[in-house]
């Protein structure tokens, strides 16, 4: 299969790295905690590394930490970048969020 | 379905030519004519997302969401705010340097920050307020001086005169 995508979530609290195929059929994925964002991504995609694959897009959803630390990891390892994509979910102004946090 | 492709190619048309060299301009013409008047969206599809990629290498494809759809016919993914196409030989810093910067100018972070929690109409007005002096402060730093400066000289005519009524006018008199 030589290429795919590789989803990340990257919120606050998390960061989960999923890779797929072109069709979003899911491959394998793997998830860390703040700083762990490398090491999840690094699982995630030495799988798809055995399998052969070459190329693959990025798709980052949700502002958080882990965006930059996959990315690093990505193109370290072997595979070739075609897009990277920002992919957060936007509401035409839809539901009503939660009220604020006091602190 | 025929009026985005028109809207589409011509807007492509238009960006071809800055970036390709002169030699290739006669060659795009040619392939845009033909698939308007074949109206088959697959061979449409093909030519397009060729075009596409060929001048992409090493530019920033920064689309708002409204292109972002127009694009999604033909590349089958989701909806997305920014894309960053990617050229084999880059380095890491600087890919990462040009996707934050195209993220920070799509403003994605921020209105993710803002949809977290909601937001009274109190706080709307408050955060419109200073995005606008935000956006005025960059525009217009000069004429803001010119005007402090006229108000400060105008007070200062006033105190003297304020102050010198007793005192006889100079000059020669009338007669």
């Given at each position: 299969i030589p290429k795919g995508v590789i989803h990340a979530q990257a919120s606050f609290n998390n960061t989960i790295v999923t890779v797929t195929d072109v069709w979003?059929?899911?491959?394998?994925?793997?998830?860390?905690?703040?700083?762990?964002?490398?090491?999840?991504?690094?699982?995630?995609?030495?799988?798809?590394?055995?399998?052969?694959?070459?190329?693959?897009?990025?798709?980052?959803?949700?502002?958080?930490?882990?965006?930059?630390?996959?990315l690093r990891t990505i193109r370290r390892s072997s595979i070739l970048l075609s897009?990277?994509?920002?992919?957060?979910?936007?509401?035409?102004n839809g539901c009503r969020p939660h009220k604020k946090r006091c602190m | 379905m025929a009026f985005s492709?028109?809207?589409?190619s011509k807007s492509l048309s238009s960006l071809l030519p800055s970036q390709h060299s002169l030699p290739n301009l006669p060659q795009n013409p040619p392939n845009f004519a033909p698939p308007v008047s074949q109206s088959d969206?697959?061979?449409t599809s093909i030519r397009l997302s060729s075009c596409l990629t060929t001048p992409a290498e090493e530019t920033?494809?920064?689309?708002?969401p409204s292109f972002a759809y127009a694009n999604?016919?033909?590349?089958?993914?989701?909806?997305?705010?920014?894309?960053?196409?990617?050229?084999?030989?880059?380095?890491?810093?600087?890919?990462?340097?040009?996707?934050?910067r195209?993220?920070?100018?799509?403003?994605?972070?921020?209105?993710?920050?803002r949809r977290m929690f909601f937001e009274s109409s109190q706080e709307k007005k408050k955060r419109k307020v200073r995005e606008a002096s935000k956006r005025n402060r960059r525009r217009r730093p000069k004429p803001k001086d010119s005007a402090q400066?006229?108000?400060e000289t105008s007070k200062k005519d006033d105190d003297e005169e304020a102050g010198d009524n007793w005192e006889l006018p100079e000059g020669d008199l009338p007669y």
């Amino acid at each position: 299969i030589p290429k795919g995508v590789i989803h990340a979530q990257a919120s606050f609290n998390n960061t989960i790295v999923t890779v797929t195929d072109v069709w979003g059929q899911v491959i394998s994925w793997s998830s860390g905690p703040l700083f762990a964002a490398q090491i999840a991504a690094g699982n995630a995609i030495r799988v798809v590394v055995d399998q052969g694959r070459q190329r693959a897009e990025v798709m980052i959803k949700c502002p958080g930490l882990g965006r930059d630390a996959t990315l690093r990891t990505i193109r370290r390892s072997s595979i070739l970048l075609s897009f990277i994509r920002d992919v957060a979910l936007m509401p035409h102004n839809g539901c009503r969020p939660h009220k604020k946090r006091c602190m | 379905m025929a009026f985005s492709l028109t809207s589409l190619s011509k807007s492509l048309s238009s960006l071809l030519p800055s970036q390709h060299s002169l030699p290739n301009l006669p060659q795009n013409p040619p392939n845009f004519a033909p698939p308007v008047s074949q109206s088959d969206p697959k061979s449409t599809s093909i030519r397009l997302s060729s075009c596409l990629t060929t001048p992409a290498e090493e530019t920033n494809a920064i689309t708002c969401p409204s292109f972002a759809y127009a694009n999604t016919l033909f590349f089958k993914s989701g909806h997305y705010n920014v894309q960053v196409v990617v050229a084999d030989n880059e380095p890491e810093d600087k890919l990462l340097g040009r996707f934050r910067r195209a993220v920070f100018k799509a403003g994605v972070i921020q209105e993710c920050k803002r949809r977290m929690f909601f937001e009274s109409s109190q706080e709307k007005k408050k955060r419109k307020v200073r995005e606008a002096s935000k956006r005025n402060r960059r525009r217009r730093p000069k004429p803001k001086d010119s005007a402090q400066s006229k108000e400060e000289t105008s007070k200062k005519d006033d105190d003297e005169e304020a102050g010198d009524n007793w005192e006889l006018p100079e000059g020669d008199l009338p007669y």
